[in-house]
Antibody
Framework: VQVVETGGGLIQPGGSLRLSCAAS????????MNWVRQAPGKGLEWVSI???????YYTDSARGRFTISRDKTKNTVYLQMNSLRADDTATYYC???????????WGKGTTVTVSS | QSALTQPPSASGSPGQTVSISCTGT?????????VSWYQQHPGKAPKLIIF???KRPSGVPDRFSGSKSGNTASLTVSGLQTEDEADYYC??????????FGTGTKVTVL
C-alpha cells in the first residue's frame, strides 16, 4: 500500500501545475484521498480532499484555484493548481485517510516552488 | 479553518515522560472523537501514531498514548527515547470538510 506523487517543479507566479498521485495496493475511488502541503520550515496544512462518493472540499486559500480529481482506470488522484502564488510554495503530500481525517498512508511528497 | 494550538516545543531526558497539548474548538476537537497525532522526522513524511483520540496503529509502541478532555487533546510519550526527537502534529476531523492540523511541537530529547 503506497502512493507516489509526481509533477512538482519551479513555476512562475500566475502559472499552473498538475500534481499526480499514483496509488498501489488500494483503490483511490474507494478511499478518502487528500492533498496536504508543508511550506519550507512550516507546519502541515490540509489543502483538499475527495470523498469516495466524489464530494470535494478545499481549504479557503485553495478554493477556486485548485481542483482535486481522480482517474479510476489509472488509480491516480490529481491536484490541478492554477493562479499559483509565492505562498503556494511547499512540499505537497498525497495522503489516504481512514474516514475521519486520520491519514494512514503518506507519499514522500513533491516540491512546488513558485518564483519568478 | 484555524489551526489547532500546540506548544512550540517540549523536551525531556531519556526515560522521562513528555506531554503535548492540542487545543481546538467545539467544531473540531471538542465535537468529535477523531483526533490524530503524527510524528515527523526532518525531511520525512509524517507518520500516524495515534488516531481516534487514543488508538495506536499496528507497530506503534505503547509508549505513545492519547487522550482528550473537552476541546483539548493530549499526546503523552512515556519512556522517552532518542529516536522520539521529532516534530509532532495533532489533527482533527471537522465535519464534512478538510481536516485541521495543529501548529506543531518540536520534541527535543536532552
Amino acid at each position: 500500500v503506497q502512493v507516489v506523487e509526481t509533477g512538482g517543479g519551479l513555476i512562475q507566479p500566475g502559472g499552473s501545475l498538475r500534481l499526480s498521485c499514483a496509488a498501489s495496493g488500494f483503490s483511490v475511488s474507494n478511499n478518502y484521498m487528500n492533498w496536504v502541503r508543508q511550506a519550507p520550515g512550516k507546519g502541515l496544512e490540509w489543502v483538499s480532499i475527495m470523498y469516495p462518493g466524489g464530494d470535494t472540499y478545499y481549504t479557503d486559500s485553495a478554493r477556486g484555484r485548485f481542483t482535486i480529481s481522480r482517474d479510476k482506470t489509472k488509480n491516480t488522484v490529481y491536484l490541478q493548481m492554477n493562479s499559483l502564488r509565492a505562498d503556494d510554495t511547499a512540499t505537497y503530500y498525497c495522503a489516504r485517510d481512514l474516514g475521519a481525517r486520520d491519514v494512514d498512508v503518506w507519499g514522500k511528497g513533491t516540491t512546488v516552488t513558485v518564483s519568478s | 479553518q484555524s489551526a489547532l494550538t500546540q506548544p512550540p516545543s517540549a523536551s525531556g531526558s531519556p526515560g522521562q515522560t513528555v506531554s503535548i497539548s492540542c487545543t481546538g474548538t467545539d467544531g473540531d476537537v471538542g465535537g468529535h472523537d477523531y483526533v490524530s497525532w503524527y510524528q515527523q522526522h526532518p525531511g520525512k513524511a509524517p507518520k500516524l501514531i495515534i488516531f481516534a483520540v487514543n488508538k495506536r496503529p499496528s507497530g506503534v509502541p505503547d509508549r505513545f498514548s492519547g487522550s482528550k478532555s473537552g476541546n483539548t487533546a493530549s499526546l503523552t510519550v512515556s519512556g522517552l527515547q532518542t529516536e522520539d526527537e521529532a516534530d509532532y502534529y495533532c489533527s482533527s476531523y471537522a465535519g464534512w470538510n478538510v481536516g485541521v492540523f495543529g501548529t506543531g511541537t518540536k520534541v527535543t530529547v536532552l
